[in-house]
Protein backbone atom coordinates (compact mmCIF):
# COMPACT_ATOMS: atom_id res chain seq x y z
CA UNK A 1 0.00 0.00 0.00
CA UNK A 2 1.53 3.09 -1.04
CA UNK A 3 2.21 5.90 1.72
CA UNK A 4 2.10 9.58 1.61
CA UNK A 5 4.66 11.77 1.50
CA UNK A 6 5.18 14.06 4.86
CA UNK A 7 5.64 17.92 3.74
CA UNK A 8 9.53 17.39 4.00
CA UNK A 9 9.61 14.18 2.14
CA UNK A 10 7.67 15.67 -0.68
CA UNK A 11 9.75 18.45 -1.04
CA UNK A 12 12.81 16.27 -0.74
CA UNK A 13 12.01 14.41 -3.43
CA UNK A 14 10.66 16.98 -5.54
CA UNK A 15 14.37 18.17 -5.68
CA UNK A 16 15.32 15.17 -6.58
CA UNK A 17 16.62 14.72 -10.12
CA UNK A 18 13.64 13.06 -12.03
CA UNK A 19 12.23 12.74 -15.42
CA UNK A 20 8.22 13.30 -14.91
CA UNK A 21 5.81 13.11 -17.93
CA UNK A 22 3.53 16.06 -18.04
CA UNK A 23 0.30 15.79 -19.15
CA UNK A 24 -1.83 18.24 -21.06
CA UNK A 25 -5.01 18.69 -23.36
CA UNK A 26 -4.92 17.83 -26.82
CA UNK A 27 -6.93 20.19 -29.15
CA UNK A 28 -9.57 17.36 -29.32
CA UNK A 29 -9.71 16.94 -25.62
CA UNK A 30 -7.22 13.77 -25.35
CA UNK A 31 -4.67 13.67 -23.14
CA UNK A 32 -0.81 14.49 -24.37
CA UNK A 33 1.65 12.76 -22.55
CA UNK A 34 5.25 13.76 -22.65
CA UNK A 35 8.58 12.96 -20.71
CA UNK A 36 10.27 15.87 -19.24
CA UNK A 37 13.07 17.23 -17.13
CA UNK A 38 11.87 19.89 -14.41
CA UNK A 39 13.45 22.08 -11.84
CA UNK A 40 10.98 22.54 -8.89
CA UNK A 41 11.52 25.80 -6.83
CA UNK A 42 9.51 27.64 -4.03
CA UNK A 43 6.84 25.32 -4.67
CA UNK A 44 6.57 25.95 -8.66
CA UNK A 45 7.65 23.44 -11.04
CA UNK A 46 9.69 25.02 -14.04
CA UNK A 47 10.38 23.50 -17.71
CA UNK A 48 11.60 24.51 -20.74
CA UNK A 49 10.05 23.69 -24.19
CA UNK A 50 10.16 25.32 -27.74
CA UNK A 51 7.23 27.76 -27.89
CA UNK A 52 6.23 25.74 -31.23
CA UNK A 53 5.50 22.80 -29.46
CA UNK A 54 2.80 20.96 -29.06
CA UNK A 55 3.16 21.02 -25.05
CA UNK A 56 3.07 25.01 -25.72
CA UNK A 57 0.23 25.13 -27.55
CA UNK A 58 -1.70 22.91 -25.63
CA UNK A 59 -0.99 25.03 -22.46
CA UNK A 60 -1.47 28.14 -24.53
CA UNK A 61 -5.13 26.89 -25.01
CA UNK A 62 -5.78 24.86 -21.53
CA UNK A 63 -4.06 25.80 -18.56
CA UNK A 64 -5.03 22.22 -17.13
CA UNK A 65 -2.03 19.96 -16.63
CA UNK A 66 -0.85 17.02 -14.76
CA UNK A 67 2.09 16.10 -13.79
CA UNK A 68 3.97 12.48 -12.08
CA UNK A 69 6.99 12.44 -10.75
CA UNK A 70 8.95 9.59 -10.18
CA UNK A 71 12.26 7.55 -9.13
CA UNK A 72 12.68 4.31 -10.63
CA UNK A 73 14.82 2.96 -7.90
CA UNK A 74 13.43 0.98 -4.70
CA UNK A 75 11.01 1.68 -3.09
CA UNK A 76 9.94 3.27 -6.31
CA UNK A 77 8.00 6.28 -5.13
CA UNK A 78 6.10 8.48 -7.08
CA UNK A 79 3.77 11.80 -6.83
CA UNK A 80 1.29 13.47 -8.85
CA UNK A 81 0.20 16.89 -9.30
CA UNK A 82 -2.70 18.89 -10.98
CA UNK A 83 -2.92 22.24 -11.69
CA UNK A 84 -2.82 25.17 -14.65
CA UNK A 85 0.34 26.08 -16.29
CA UNK A 86 1.39 29.45 -17.56
CA UNK A 87 3.63 30.12 -20.43
CA UNK A 88 6.56 32.85 -19.72
CA UNK A 89 9.68 33.70 -21.53
CA UNK A 90 12.47 32.37 -21.09
CA UNK A 91 14.15 34.93 -18.21
CA UNK A 92 10.59 35.73 -16.68
CA UNK A 93 10.07 32.45 -14.29
CA UNK A 94 13.10 31.69 -11.90
CA UNK A 95 14.11 35.75 -11.17
CA UNK A 96 17.37 36.19 -9.92
CA UNK A 97 19.35 33.28 -8.49
Request: glycine residues 10%; hydrophobic residues 35%.
Amino acid sequence: MPRRFTGGEFERFMRGRHVAVLATVSEKGDPVLTPIWYLYRDGRFFMRTAKESAKARNIGRDARVGFCIQDERPPYRSATVYGRAALVQKDEGLGAS
